[in-house]
């Protein structure tokens, strides 16, 4: 009756705070992405990464296969649209249909996330919403930015050609969003487009492109970070042919007097929110700290040059930070004192507070009332790490490293592109069935939320699961690409099954570890709560 008692009163706590935050409209505008050129990964891949950092995405991923299509076929364009409150078990987004577009012949297989994130060709994309100005915003335009990904992962193979097709799309049918950072990658090369709206009623956009150098490493947390432009330099920068007209006609930005820049034309508040500007410096300093960047300067680099070549290991650390070590500590004011009379931080310090609760121990008000925001969140949906190698056939060389909830208290698992189908729990939509063993997102939410209570003790609990089995899929690649690699050259689909086969089991053995290590939790730490 105990263990009864205390599972029903961590669910109800757990469902009273849970609810509080999905029912927070302005947490849909938290994601960090990082990204890295070939030459400055230790492997020679080229990266980009997305946290969805949403109160509303649904939990899930599925394969999309490719398909042909007759002449004169349409594809159908939905928007993102919050749905009813009460309506769903939990809140989240529907799909609206908001019109038609004449289809292509054939599309690529896909990898079908919140935003759809890789497919079969290696092209990859992570996500950053900035805002932007609100006058920019227009209902006219039919394409979101998931629906943009989407038609990028069905219709392109490079990143160039997926800015080129963003441009086209968006010129014709319009562009109906906020402000957002898109971080395309290739087997060759990475580069960030922005995009804003083109003013209200108007069908249109505009954006701007910046590549990131080959040897750098860049981030986009909320923020535009495109400043100068130079169009003349076609090897490095894109932009819509109305990019200086609309700042100009809207006065902000006078040719005469001033050097155009993007951020500052059409999204200068996102300058200025500290929750963005610390994300992007944390992430140069963990990763260039031999820069020594003020971490409270308005502007950065667009992108810098690591102190050493990037590796998997690398992102992994980059996305579980909450500046741990720094005097931007979220738990620096929770303390107690130890054994020996020494103040130290509590163990029932959660560096994964609410706003509210921030703002309490005065750490510096929290994400909502534009102070401090962490990295790593308990608000995450999923993240993704994804690489595209070159030197590897797409059907290996495609990798999503895939992660669900709080990075800090969960595992990225190997997911390639070119798999034929997914476990059902990482299908399932936890968004959609409320509290479930069938839905994957569940057993890292669960396990995430109830560590955080006495993060201090628990972290260690987690780490013990995490931290072995994180190795050990990086360790097994090389070994599991040499398997598929000599399957490809007879039997091309005997491989892609080997693959699949391979990932399902990743994917299962990371969802049992973390029902158990959250039973282990509750039960090893029963009446210590």
């Known amino acids: 009756m105990k263990k009864i008692f205390l599972f029903v009163c961590l669910m109800v706590t757990y469902s009273i705070y849970a609810q509080e935050f999905f029912e927070d409209e302005d947490n849909k505008m938290e994601c960090t992405s990082v990204t890295v050129g070939k030459k400055a990964s230790k492997d020679g891949s080229v990266m980009t990464s997305h946290t969805d950092d949403s109160g509303r995405s649904r939990t899930n991923m599925t394969v999309e296969p490719a398909k042909d299509y007759a002449v004169g076929e349409l594809q159908t364009i939905y928007k993102r649209e919050a749905c009813p409150k009460g309506t769903p078990v939990m809140p989240q987004y529907c799909n609206v249909k908001v019109g038609e577009i004449p289809q292509v012949a054939h599309t690529y297989q896909f990898l079908n996330t919140a935003y759809p994130c890789m497919n079969e060709k290696q092209l990859a994309i992570g996500e ?43 010129k014709k049918y319009g562009w109906n969003d906020g402000g957002e950072c898109l971080t395309i990658a290739d087997k060759n090369e990475v580069w960030h487009l922005e995009i804003v709206g083109p003013g209200k009623d108007k069908v249109g956009a505009v954006w701007a492109a910046q590549r990131v150098p080959d040897d750098h ?45 993007f951020a500052y034309a059409y999204a200068p508040d996102s300058r200025t929110m500290l929750a963005c500007r610390r994300r992007e410096w944390r992430v140069f300093d963990l990763l260039a700290p031999s820069l020594k960047l003020d971490p409270n300067a308005e502007n950065y680099p667009f992108s810098v040059k690591p102190d050493s070549l990037v590796t998997l290991q690398d992102m992994v650390r980059v996305f579980k930070d909450y500046y741990e070590g720094t005097e931007y500590d979220m738990r620096k004011n929770i303390t107690t004192t130890d054994n020996n009379g020494k103040t130290v931080i509590s163990p029932l310090a959660n560096p994964f507070m609410k706003s509210d609760e921030l703002k309490l121990f005065k750490v510096n008000g929290g994400w909502h009332g534009r102070g401090e925001r962490a990295i790593a969140v308990h ?15 797409d059907e290996v060389g495609a990798l999503c490293w895939f992660d669900l909830d709080n990075v800090a208290s969960s595992v990225y698992v190997p997911i390639y592109a070119s798999v034929n189908d997914l476990p059902s729990t990482y299908k399932t939509c936890g968004r959609v069935t409320g509290f479930s063993t069938e839905a994957a997102w569940w057993a890292f939410n669960r396990l995430g939320t109830i560590a955080a209570k006495r993060w201090g003790d628990m972290r260690k609990v987690v780490d013990d699961a995490w931290v072995p089995m994180q190795q050990e899929f990086f360790d097994n690649q090389a070994q599991t690409e040499s398997q598929a690699l000599e399957l490809l050259k007879t039997n091309p689909q005997k491989a892609k099954q080997f693959l699949t086969d391979y990932t399902g089991k990743q994917c299962n053995r990371a969802v049992d570890k973390a029902w158990e290590t959250g039973d282990y939790i509750w039960s090893h730490f029963d009446g210590a709560w």
Do not use: H
């Open 379 to 393: 608000f995450t949906v999923y993240a993704t790490i994804l690489q595209c190698r070159s030197w590897l056939p």
């Open 217 to 261: 490493v860049a981030v986009n947390a909320n923020a535009s970070t495109i400043r100068e432009i130079d169009l003349k330099n076609q090897d490095y920068f894109m932009a819509s042919d109305n990019v200086y007209r609309v700042a100009e006609e809207n006065g902000w930005y006078d040719k005469k007097k001033e050097t155009f820049r």
């Open 128 to 170: 950053s919403t900035f805002g932007g100005r609100e006058e920019l915003r227009s209902s006219a335009g039919m394409i979101d930015c998931q629906a943009l990904c989407m038609l990028m992962m069905q219709r392109c193979a490079t990143a160039r050609e997926a800015i080129t097709l963003a441009g086209d799309l968006l």
